[in-house]
């Protein structure tokens, strides 16, 4: 047994890297996406991207927005640069600095609250942390210009509310004359959960927010989109935030060429996380949540303490040379963590998957 | 003759890439870099940032503090918006939202003015545009928490006050109590002029920030400078304005490999930028601004109309082989250009450059 904490330490990160993840996109070299997007340039003839303006960036925006069919798309270097632009324009237009979405939001836990500091917004924490945003949360809401969906929900495992329950809520707040904000960090994960289009799930919004490094897997990056005046106003305030980089060529090539090819891939992802999930409700101890992922992520939540777990998972790892999990947070009493999936559980034999998760309870 | 717009820039396009370019790095492949730096991660083991955290990063960051003898330094992706941040921390930390540079400061006219939009600042522009700013611009100025001073100024020719002149600059305003900044995007071209460590420069300021892709010639990238405190609330700002990316380990790498290296040649950068310089002082029509650069740059005026001069511009691609400018802004009657000399000059034979300019008079 490891002498010390530092031990400790070293040992796990070689048995990560000797064993088949569980989540994610398997082990790469960080060379090796530099090298394809490399590549990717010599072979289609790209020319550099500047200043935000450039061939590349332009056929990238207008293939998403296409895709998306919404009118117009900006790539911007991050999520939490696009977001709250899109609130600050929604905010202008009709002089309300208030805002609503959900508890878990992003923007309320992870962005070091730039929405008020940056951006002067007022927001409205909405209904049960447990649960998505429902027609329900709107009831005695103040006035705000716009209410920001996430969808999935990532803080609460990844859920949705239904298709029905989605409509509802935006004709309600489009009754009220609020803008809506569609924060999709995993929109392109939810797809096959609604067994719809993109472009219909994007249709009830008035703007929305993708990623490209999460289940996409590029290097970095999003997109904001929405109508042509939405996304020009939108432009100068990237500027603004310093987001509008002299080239930020690797990581838009990065996003281009992975998207169309991984897109073919979520629904995949999604039946994995199911099949996987159902392994771990099996497993005495173990909540999932939700019970069956709808998308291709879940939350465990276990009894016990973090160290322990710990030991567990490496015990699996060495013994059936699979790692199950990367991190737990101690939540009241239970140890909590998140699991995505991607290419890596493909590569692994069910049987395999189902033994490795089944000997954690040992 | 080319016979239509579309032809000529055709035309023009194909002339630049087979000419000796006067300015810049020279010709490159988008590719290049991008291989050079994935090569570099590889023979260095480098593991990625992540979320403005990692070992590449820190140490990156180390090393350019260590470099200028400033405390604590913070790597962000652009200069657009590290200014901004460091101004809106000096003026919190006296609750004077007011702030002065330069009329021609790259806040000014180049951002969309971010730090008015989003930091709430109210600027003073000083003293005459065609000068750097002088001690004299401080008189009868309204109290304001900082001052931001750009060595060299760069809308002026890349002009720099004289040593004297800074040190009389700065001790005047630290005297009512105003903060420093310095806006060295080209800070690294300004040390030959002063004959004085870069640190020796910063020392003067409380907060500096640099720029990788000028000079340096990297993918993108800029770093904020100042005190661990100072800087630890800057890192805060930064993940607010949406700069800390999952990922930016290529833009990273690239100013990391490069810094040292091209930090070696900007003193020949310089001396032949004085050298060049004094070819087109004999061109009839042409005023060099400065008449002797102080930097590695300067400002050319033409009297004449721009289409004209581009036409000469092209004649003398074809018939000496060198690309004297890139562009040419109509200036109250004249035409403008900016000329920053790199590494394609040292590659032109000295009697090659001479008679290339000369026969831009014919």
Known sequence: MPST?????????????????????????????????AAYIREHDITPDNYGTGKVLEEFEREVAELLDMEAARYMPSGCMAQPIALRIWAERVGVFETAFHGTSHLELHEEKGYSALHRLKAHLLGDMGRPTQVADLEGLAPVSSLLIELPAREIGGQLPTWDELVELTRA????????????????????FYGRPLAEICALFD????????????????????SRDFIDEATLWQRRQGGTLYSNLA????????????????????ASAQEIASYWSLVPGVTVVPAVPQVNMFHLIFDG?????????????????????????????KARCEITIGDSAAGIPSAKLEAAIAAFAD
């Open 5 to 37: 904490k530092s031990d400790l330490q070293t040992k796990r990160v070689q048995l990560r890297a000797s064993t088949a993840l569980l989540a994610g996109h398997g082990h790469a070299h960080p060379a090796d996406e530099l090298e394809r997007v």
């Open 251 to 270: 990581h838009i090539v990065s996003a281009k060429m992975r998207l169309e090819p991984m897109l073919a891939r979520m629904a995949n992802y999604r």
């Open 173 to 192: 707040a489009r009754k009220r004359r609020i803008r809506l904000h569609l924060d999709g960090a995993r929109l392109w994960e939810a797809g096959a």
């Open 305 to 333: 303490e973090v160290e322990d777990l710990m030991l567990a998972r490496d015990r699996v790892a060495e013994e059936h040379g699979v790692w199950l999990l990367n991190y737990l947070n101690q939540d009241e009493g």
């Open 207 to 226: 703007s929305v927010y993708v990623s490209f490094y999460k289940g996409i897997g590029a290097l970095s990056g999003a997109m904001l989109l929405g």
